[in-house]
């Protein structure tokens, strides 16, 4: 008889125990531990013991890199986040919120890779029906393109050796099981058994695999956080389900720049690319208060992008602070800033920030456009037309200065844009520019020159 084994595990990190705890020791998570039972024949599909032999080690230098080509995926975005294309061999990790493309991207993808190669496509959680009506919508009908309904691990693995696609999509890791395994689909135990058996078999057979995953209410990876550090590229899509925009970031990637993203806007036909990204975030309407405009880097690509602010007046203490897409403490260093350094009595007024386009901007070179926003709300006052800010923020009130000013006045001037207030020491560097550029040493400098006509 087959002795069995209980453990306690948690399903956001994978930690177990011999006793279930109401918070996990390892992610410090409550309620996640349960409860399920493991056999030998289990622990021995987690123990590598199926590989087999040995691979024997081999001198860097004489590694031949003609075993991973690229090959495009159709979508020049989704090329550019994977750092060229995609490689043979590769398992990438695809997640977002429920509706915001991940499966219609993915079937896209499978079409046009499918004219020339074969493709795999593997649904867990809708029949082959489903998908057909979704590609006719699509227009995604191709003749190298096989659907197979199915989450057994092991047959899916079969079908992969028997059918020699070189692209996998799997439609979603958290309904797929291995029958070696007692606990549901989805549970971490499950989740990194499939995840392993789909690396050894992208591995061995050369087949790139795309992963769909599911994601918590917080926006996170749903299951385990093995789960990212097995794969070698993991893809975020960012945007509500109703926003027109979706932008797709690599958080991990072997093969390429984790900075890079790619923007799909939503359409009828699915989601499509969006090379021409500037003029998307900007708006038509020009001579508002509480607007300024910032070039900010993505990786390579220069973004222009529009910063709304409102400032107003409150008898509620504590007074409201709001944004979704700009980090709540940073926009609370800067109100202190304006504050102390600048006189802006902002202590008794709600201050709502917002990003057109729905895009979330993080790097430094926003602070200033944002210092600018708030106080041209404050003060009811317009940033002169046709110009661009951009530059770090101390808590002294500097302006400092920032990396890729060429290509930030670069794009600016594509777009028609004549003048722009930069950091003093980014200014001293540029020979010539199409712009006027205004450099200033502090915040307050910058508001008198952003306020003039």
């Known amino acids: 008889m087959t002795k069995k084994k209980t453990l306690f595990i948690c399903q956001e990190c994978g930690y177990n125990s011999a006793k279930w705890m109401g918070k996990c020791p390892s992610c410090n998570s409550w309620n996640t531990f349960v409860e399920e039972t493991t056999t030998p024949e289990e622990i021995k599909a ?36 994977l750092g060229g294309g995609i ?11 429920p509706g915001v493309g991940k499966s219609s991207l993915n079937l896209r993808i499978c079409a046009t890779v499918a004219k020339e190669k074969n493709v795999l496509y593997v ?41 020699k696609p070189q692209l996998i999509v799997i439609d979603s ?6 029958p070696l395994l007692q606990s549901a689909p989805g549970s971490v135990s499950q989740v990194r058994e499939c995840a392993i058996a789909l690396m050894k078999l992208a591995k061995m057979n050369n087949i790139a695999i795309f992963i769909i995953g599911h994601v918590t ?41 984790t900075n890079e993203i790619g923007i799909f806007e939503m359409r009828d036909c699915g989601l499509v690319d969006v090379p021409d990204t500037s003029k998307m975030f900007l708006s038509d309407e020009t001579g508002h208060s509480g607007v300024s405009i910032v070039p900010t880097i993505e990786g390579t690509r220069p973004l222009l992008v529009e910063i709304q602010s409102l400032v107003a ?25 304006l504050e102390k350094r600048v006189k802006l009595s902002l202590g008794a007024c709600d201050v709502y920030v917002k990003i ?20 041209s709300s404050f003060l009811n006052k317009v940033i ?36 722009a207030i930069i950091p003093h020491k980014n200014a001293e560097k540029i020979p010539s520019s199409p712009l006027q550029i205004y450099g200033v040493r502090t915040v307050t400098e910058a508001i008198n020159i952003a306020f003039k006509k």
């Open 313 to 337: 007046n409150t008898p509620y203490i504590p007074p409201r602070r709001t944004s979704d897409l700009v980090d709540m403490k940073r926009l609370q260093l800067l109100l202190a800033v």
């Open 173 to 178: 890791i958290q309904t797929i099981f291995s």
């Open 356 to 375: 057109a386009g729905g895009i979330k901007i993080e790097e430094p070179a926003c602070d200033l456009a944002l210092c600018l926003s708030l106080a």
């Open 123 to 163: 649904t867990g959680e809708e029949s082959p029906q489903q998908i057909r009506m979704r590609a006719e919508r699509l227009s995604a009908l191709a003749p190298n393109l096989k659907i197979l309904s199915e989450i057994n691990i092991d047959y899916i693995a079969k079908a992969a050796l028997e059918e």
């Open 384 to 419: 002169a037309p046709q110009t661009i800010v951009f530059g770090e923020v101390s808590l002294s009130g500097e302006v400092r200065a920032v990396h890729g000013t060429d290509i930030r006045l670069n794009e600016a001037a594509k777009l028609g844009f004549k003048r």
């Open 217 to 257: 209410k917080d926006g996170t990876l749903a299951g385990p956080r093995v789960l990212e550090h097995i794969v070698d590229t993991v893809l975020y899509f960012e945007g509500e389900r109703n926003a027109q925009f979706r932008l797709l970031r690599a958080v991990k990637n072997r093969f390429g720049n």
């Open 87 to 97: 490689i043979s061999g590769s398992l990438v990790l695809m997640v977002g919120d």
């Open 46 to 81: 987690f123990s590598g013991n199926s590989l087999s032999k040995p691979n024997t080690p081999q001198l860097i230098d004489e590694i031949s890199l003609a075993e991973l080509p690229h090959y495009s995926s159709g979508s020049l975005e989704l090329d550019r986040v």
